[in-house]
């Protein structure tokens, strides 16, 4: 605990400089591009595009998904999903891409993957918009459920910290281990409910029970839950205490490979 405890002080203390080099990133990026940072909101809108045509239009022949529109359905879940697989993977690499840089100044290796995180909230803010505007246009009414979305951003956060420096780590360690990533988050981007609706579309009920416990399909099943639901995210009780542990497991492991190993980056690299 003592190296969680050191790793989540270096996040706060050092929060003015995640910042700063987030909004630096941002910029940065696409700045040799003509539409700049209009490509972080346009691809994402553009992938929604294809999976509404694809699989709403296309497979469901528009029908409804639980009630409510397959369009306003999928854009509520697709939100955090874009957002998780994009900070995840931009995270695993973090130090890697900087370690030779950050080993010739003092500074706090372990803000990389915090600083890939924040730098991606841009799109995701814009995103939500989008999903409450598209969500509001198919007959989705704000009720007071919509106040759990506080509670799933933070654990949303709170997963992709601990997960982060985990992998972050791990891919110095082990070369393939980004491409692995890849090929992984490729594979959950089916199982966390993104594009099906897993209780109601006859799935067995073994399997639903298996795939609730995956960290992503509980962030993308509770944001609908929120805009969508009436249940409250403590009577989920099972699945709170499987999600932290999951959070906690991963920030207890990936903390000790990283103070462990800090010292050795530039080496292994």
């Given at each position: 605990m003592k190296e969680v405890y050191m790793l989540l002080k270096e996040q706060v203390s050092n929060f003015g400089i995640i910042s700063r080099i987030s909004r630096y990133t941002d910029k940065a990026e696409y700045q040799s591009h003509y539409l700049g940072l209009v490509w972080e909101y346009l691809y994402p809108l553009i992938q929604i595009?294809?999976?509404?045509?694809?699989?709403?239009?296309?497979?469901?022949?528009?029908?409804?998904?639980?009630?409510?529109?397959?369009?306003?359905?999928?854009?509520?879940?697709?939100?955090?999903?874009?957002?998780?697989?994009?900070?995840?993977?931009?995270?695993?690499?973090?130090?890697?891409?900087?370690?030779?840089?950050?080993?010739?100044?003092?500074?706090?290796?372990?803000?990389?993957?915090?600083?890939?995180?924040?730098?991606?909230?841009?799109?995701?803010?814009?995103?939500?918009?989008?999903?409450?505007?598209?969500?509001?246009?198919?007959?989705?009414?704000?009720?007071?459920?919509?106040?759990?979305?506080?509670?799933?951003?933070?654990?949303?956060?709170?997963?992709?910290?601990?997960?982060?420096?985990?992998?972050?780590?791990?891919?110095?360690?082990?070369?393939?281990?980004?491409?692995?990533?890849?090929?992984?988050?490729?594979?959950?981007?089916?199982?966390?409910?993104?594009?099906?609706n897993f209780q109601t579309d006859a799935f067995p009920a073994p399997i639903v029970r298996i795939l609730q416990l995956n960290p992503f399909f509980y962030v993308v099943s509770g944001f609908r839950e929120s805009m969508l639901g009436h249940t409250w995210f403590w009577q989920n009780t099972t699945l709170n205490l499987v999600f932290w542990g999951f959070v906690l497991f991963f920030l207890l492991v990936g903390s000790h490979l990283h103070f462990k190993f800090r010292s050795k980056f530039v080496d292994l690299v």
């Open positions: 595009g294809i999976y509404w045509l694809v699989f709403g239009i296309g497979l469901k022949k528009g029908n409804a998904t639980g009630g409510v529109s397959y369009l306003a359905w999928m854009v509520i879940g697709i939100t955090p999903w874009f957002y998780m697989n994009r900070a995840t993977l931009d995270a695993s690499k973090s130090i890697y891409q900087r370690v030779g840089m950050v080993s010739k100044m003092k500074f706090p290796v372990s803000i990389l993957p915090t600083i890939k995180i924040f730098s991606n909230l841009s799109s995701f803010w814009t995103m939500l918009v989008v999903s409450i505007l598209v969500g509001l246009l198919h007959g989705v009414h704000p009720t007071i459920y919509w106040i759990q979305w506080i509670y799933y951003f933070i654990a949303m956060i709170a997963w992709l910290l601990a997960f982060g420096i985990f992998n972050s780590t791990i891919s110095i360690l082990v070369r393939d281990y980004h491409i692995l990533l890849q090929s992984f988050m490729r594979m959950l981007f089916y199982m966390s409910g993104v594009l099906f």
